[in-house]
């Protein structure tokens, strides 16, 4: 099974723009995900795949892979399809560009289930961790998944879900944006139009839902540390620092 590792990069992001190339302890955002992608030592090959022309010769210059994408692109997922058509692979795996000390053990429990799926029932495995705190629960930018028995993604929403009408059994999983597919779905879910309800939340995975897609939930204990503002990213430089 080839695993690739792709990491989608857009240089104006909207919160926060020029992000990724923001100075993170002597090197950029970018290219210390990118290292950290490659240190946990899973994937064949790891590549960013960028509009930008800064972030495509940041990540050359230091002897890494890169893509420049060819149209513009709505989403991660949108610009991964692109790149990864000439790409021999059946697993591509969407790590989020903003991610600097992405963990090996969530993406080998992710990378684990398309192993254990001798019936290749999985199209899609993405991460979830438990959230208890009523902010993190409120927070419209955390988002919330609920599964079935077999934790399979059943929805996703911005809103808290499921509503707590008896707060004793309230269950809350709040969803982390890395996203693992078999080559063929991604290409296929990509090719699919937005839906009403991914125009509503502006959440990419219920485009997969409604048409069916098999989303499998995998449960982590690790929490990511994206950097989405500038706050963030002083965060990461203290803990940058203490290691």
Known sequence: MKVIAMIPARLEAT??????????????????????TINTHLFDEVFVVTDSEIIFDEITSNEGKAIMSVTTHESGSDRI??????????????????????????????????????????????????ITKTDEIQNPNNVKVVTDVNDFAMYFSRSPIPYPRDEKLADYHQHIGIYAFRKEVLLAVTELPMNVLEKTEKLEQLRFLANGVKLKMVKTVHQPIGIDTPEDLEMARKLLSQN
């Open 81 to 130: 399809a692109e790149a990864i058509k000439t790409i021999d692979a059946d697993i591509v795996v969407n790590v989020q560009g903003d991610e600097p000390f992405t963990e090996k053990e969530s993406l080998h429990d992710l990378l684990a289930v398309f192993v254990e799926d001798t019936e290749d029932e999985i199209d899609i495995a993405s991460l979830m961790f438990q």
């Open 15 to 36: 919160r926060f723009p020029k992000k990724l190339m923001q100075d993170l302890g002597g090197k950029s955002v970018i290219l210390r995900t990118y290292e950290a």
